[in-house]
């Protein structure tokens, strides 16, 4: 799969059918990915495709100008498609390089499971529903479901839905819902008073750093509601209360278009676990209006469309 990727991205090159090439190669850290953009066709070789193929690339398609070809999971294939709903990307200037996906391997999960470093270890590999671990030459074998990021656990969609090459076999997800959701339920259980203390607690750790802002494909304003001073919604200093007024706004403003590609969560510094915001959002946008996102590009996003039901419903 791998090198195929490589040959239809270094031809899509060579053809001049795209001007740029989005995709992972292997990063500075061990068994890490990080994104590569270039538009050389001899950097189509460094190109990767292995479980730790984090980022969602989509993020990218608002910076880059003329025609990408961008290597997409089924997350990040939904984010594209939700961006083309929103008239920030053109289809035809897209070609997405389709990667059916098992799952992303979480390797601070990793870490907890045999007690070391990421450094210290030899080897990690998908195998089947395992997850192998090789360590101080030994073999460890654990559940996929151990290992993968909790999105991946919850994937309704694994293999892309949009896409114009399709690199591999469609595939089916390990779905662990309850492990997905445990965070979630919870807070469920909580009463509000004590959700309430738990924000408060996790948000008055928060450096308002916009990490999280600036990973997601759905946070495409050009100027954040933060960085307004008329009026301020929200203070410059990260007090608690800003901070849960920032996430609570920024929910609301990707509702509709959030694909539960776990970027946000994955990259706060201080490990917030904000994906039990934005899946309690994706859930209730699913059960109240029975939408989900990026999954029709000719279908008009959430905040935009108009049904006479709903009329009837208020005003019933």
């Known amino acids: 799969m791998e090198q195929r990727l490589r040959n239809e991205a270094k031809a899509l090159l060579e053809q001049g059918k795209v001007d740029w090439i989005i995709g992972f ?18 950097d189509a070789d460094r190109l990767v495709i292995n479980p730790f193929m984090v980022n969602n690339l989509a993020n990218f ?14 997350c990040d294939s939904r984010s594209i498609v939700s961006l083309m709903q929103d008239n920030k990307v053109a289809r035809e ?5 389709g990667v059916p996906c098992r799952g992303i391997i979480d390797l601070s999960k990793v870490e907890r499971l045999v007690g070391k470093e990421r450094d210290e270890l030899d080897d990690i590999t998908r195998e089947g529903d395992k997850v192998a671990i090789k360590v ?19 994937c309704e969609f694994p293999t892309p839905q949009e896409y114009d090459i ?34 408060k607690n996790e948000f ?23 960085e307004e001073t008329e009026p301020q919604w929200v203070l410059p200093v990260p007090r608690w209360q800003d901070n849960l007024i920032f996430q609570i706004v920024r929910n609301i403003h990707v509702a509709g278009r959030c694909t539960d590609c776990g970027e946000c969560e994955r990259v706060c510094p201080v490990n917030i676990p904000l994906r039990s915001l934005t899946k309690e959002m994706y859930d209730l946008v699913d059960e109240l209006f029975h939408y989900k996102a990026g999954m029709d590009k000719e279908a008009a996003p959430l905040l935009i469309a108009y049904e006479y039901a709903e009329a009837e419903d208020l005003f019933r």
């Open 204 to 226: 008055s750790r928060c450096i308002r750093c916009y990490a999280c802002r600036n990973v997601c494909p759905a946070c495409f304003c050009q100027r954040c509601f933060v």
């Open 61 to 74: 398609l608002t910076e880059v100008k003329g025609r990408v070809g961008i290597v997409a999971k089924g």
């Open 93 to 97: 200037d897209v070609v997405i390089l």
């Open 25 to 42: 190669e292997s990063g500075s850290l061990k068994f890490a990915t990080t994104p590569l953009i270039t538009k050389d066709k001899n």
């Open 166 to 199: 399709l690199l591999g076999e469609p595939s089916t997800s390990v779905v662990n819902k309850p492990a997905a959701q445990e965070k979630i339920e919870k807070l469920k259980e909580m009463t509000p008073e004590q959700r309430w203390e738990f924000w």
């Open 136 to 154: 101080d030459g030994e073999k460890k074998e654990f559940l996929a479901t151990e290992a993968l990021f909790d999105n991946c656990l919850a």
